[in-house]
């Protein structure tokens, strides 16, 4: 297991003990900015690590998305699926506060991980995004060498030692199943790598800082099927460390790696307009055999969507 191990030198730290049942304990230092204990708490497998309770999503007054509820489970793989414009990833970004840095965009309702409002006023975003990290769409690595773009984080976190440094880097493209095919080549530039690895370089780089949960805004989109199998086996590992939330157009694909499917649909008002809801969520093995809610065999046996 990586020890989760986050300093930075402008907020408070701590040093607790980590364990999970199954997992052997490791020593760690993680920042407590407006998380508190939040930030040291520690979830069993399968147990809530975030909480959605009555969410709703607006940009300006337009409220794109309207009462969601649902947990996000720890070590577990929840996937969003639903038709284009329904506010997955509008959910998504929620999760992590990424839509702060949208202009007009807001937050109703709860969003809690290890029971603290993430939303709250005194909690930091960008500790709750380095609790909580985002890999895109589309690979977006930073035109610096590979091992640059893994020790960003953990340098901007204050690790300043190049022997740290290397470890974390090591430890990082590892977890991300890419340290074989670059140990040799750290100083090239991450754009010069393939798509899939680019992606994968994106992950090594969110997991560098060791968050507790990573978010996927459909991480496969662009790549081609080899490279999606790839992506989609290191998800299997990486959800052995790490809770996974990913959002993606791919039925088959949140069938293969998800343990929790969430279906979004967008509904029309009287007024004409569309808001994203959550109509089910449940077991993925259940919402792909026996959904509970005729919309959502209708979207998953293709008769709309
Ligand atoms: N930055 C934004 N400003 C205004 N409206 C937005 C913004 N981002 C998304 N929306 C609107 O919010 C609604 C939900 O969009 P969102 O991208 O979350 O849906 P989605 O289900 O992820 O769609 P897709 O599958 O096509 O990516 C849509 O009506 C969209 O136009």
């Known amino acids: 297991m990586p020890t989760r191990s986050v300093k930075s030198p402008s907020v408070d730290s701590e040093v607790t003990t980590m364990t999970t049942p199954e997992k052997a304990p490791s020593r760690t230092v993680r920042p407590t900015a407006g998380l508190g204990s939040a ?8 147990e809530p690590v975030m909480d959605l309770s ?3 999503v607006f940009y300006g007054d337009f409220e794109a998305v309207r009462g969601v509820s649902l947990p996000i489970r720890h070590n577990q793989i929840t996937a969003m699926i639903g038709p284009s414009g329904c506010g997955k ?10 839509n702060d840095l949208v202009a007009g965009a807001r937050v109703s309702g709860s969003i809690t991980y290890h029971g603290q409002d993430i939303y709250a006023p005194n ?3 960008i500790q709750v995004r380095r609790h909580i990290g985002m890999v895109f769409q589309k690979a977006n690595p930073f035109p610096k060498s590979i091992y640059d773009n893994v020790a960003y984080g953990p340098r901007l976190n ?3 030692r190049r022997a740290e440094l290397d470890d974390i880097v090591e430890e990082a493209l590892t977890g991300a199943a890419l340290w074989d095919e670059v140990k040799d080549k750290m100083k090239t530039s991450g754009l010069a790598l393939s798509g899939g690895q680019q992606q994968r370089l994106c992950i090594a780089r969110a997991i560098a800082v060791k ?7 459909e991480p496969c989109s662009a790549l081609d099927p080899i490279a999606t199998s790839k992506v989609e086996e290191l998800m299997f590992r990486l959800a052995e460390d790490y809770t996974i939330v990913i959002v993606t157009h791919n039925m088959q694909q949140a069938a293969r790696v998800s343990h929790y499917t969430a279906f979004f649909t967008a509904e029309v008002d009287d007024a004409g307009v569309r808001h994203g809801r959550l109509v089910e969520f449940d077991d993925t093995e259940k919402i792909f055999t026996n959904p509970a809610e005729q919309r959502t065999e209708d979207y998953i046996t293709g008769r709309f969507g």
Do not use: F, H, Q, Y
């Not at 968050?211 to 805004?217: G, K, S, Y």
């Open 54 to 56: 009555d969410v709703s």
């Open 123 to 125: 909690v930091d975003p």
């Open 89 to 98: 990833s509008t959910v998504l970004r929620s999760l992590n506060r990424m």
């Open 211 to 217: 968050p507790e949960v990573i978010l996927m805004d």
């Open 39 to 46: 930030a040291t708490s520690v979830s069993a497998p399968g």
């Open 158 to 160: 204050g690790v300043k």
